[in-house]
């Protein structure tokens, strides 16, 4: 069994539990190796499929969330290394497959890899001591794990060019002005209010967690009529759900919602 090089947690009082998922290399500042994104696929993809389970939060430490991939395992790679082993796609887009919502509780450096895998999760909750950017550049490489795609969709070509090109770190207000991050907190309340929006979440009826999120998701990758046939059709399907009758007739006698699938 190799070294647990995350932490797992179930933890919540809602019918349904937040799976939280540690970063736990400290000392390379959470450098994203093979061994810790093969662990934290598996995390994500249990926690997945696990009915108990109804929102996830991926966090770090105080002092980096990831500081990027793992420059002393890519030093020496060669080309057909990394095309022939699919380096990437092989075990960073397994956060692609989840279906409920994921939640980036970012504290001290979210850099190349580590900004990536942010941007890879639903909500990114920032401490005031967040520094997000994408320094490749400054190693001779480019953003690999979506970085030159999902950047400029978050915060616009003029930030993503100059964050790419520079290399220069982007603070938490930044960041939030840029509409990189959803919120930013004081550091010693990232957790609470990452675990807070996670149990809000989690009292929501999971099939309309689910539809909500793959239309958000549907707006960075099809034409606006498109995305909304999409949102349309979803939106038509709740109406065949308990929970849609539930959330109605519950607002309507002023009581809370008593959804059955979450
Ligand atoms: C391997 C890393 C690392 C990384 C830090 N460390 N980042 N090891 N890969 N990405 C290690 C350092 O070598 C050091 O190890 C220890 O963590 C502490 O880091 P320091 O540099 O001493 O800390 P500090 O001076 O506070 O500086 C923090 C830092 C700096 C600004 C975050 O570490 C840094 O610039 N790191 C690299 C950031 C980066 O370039 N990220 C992009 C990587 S490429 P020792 O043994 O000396 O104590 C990438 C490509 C993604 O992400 C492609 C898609 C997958």
Partial sequence: ????????????????????????RPKQLNALNDALMDQLGAALLAFDADESIGCM???????????????????KWTYM????????????ETLKRVRKPVIAAVSGFALGGGCELAMMCDIIIAAETAKFGQPEIK???????????????????AKAMDLSLTGRMMDAAEAERAGLVSRVVPADKLLDE????????????????IAAKECVNRAYEAPLNEGL??????FHALFATEDQKEGMEAFLAKRPAAFKHR
Avoid at 1 to 24: D, F, N, W
Wanted: charged content about 20%.
């Fill in 139 to 157: 190693l001779g490489i480019i953003p690999g794990a979506g970085g030159t795609q999902r950047l400029p969709r978050a915060v616009g070509k």
């Fill in 194 to 209: 990452a675990f807070a929006a996670a149990d809000a979440i989690c009292s929501y009826s999971l099939p309309s967690l």
């Fill in 81 to 92: 290394e990394v095309y022939k082993s699919d380096f990437i796609t092989r075990n960073w």
């Fill in 1 to 24: 069994m190799s070294e647990p090089l995350i932490l797992t947690q179930v933890r919540g009082e809602a019918a349904l539990k937040v799976g939280v998922i540690t970063l736990h």
């Fill in 57 to 75: 939060v991926i966090t770090g430490s105080e002092k980096a969330f990831a500081a990027g991939a793992d420059i002393s395992a890519m030093a």
């Fill in 229 to 234: 046939l999409f949102e349309r059709r979803a």
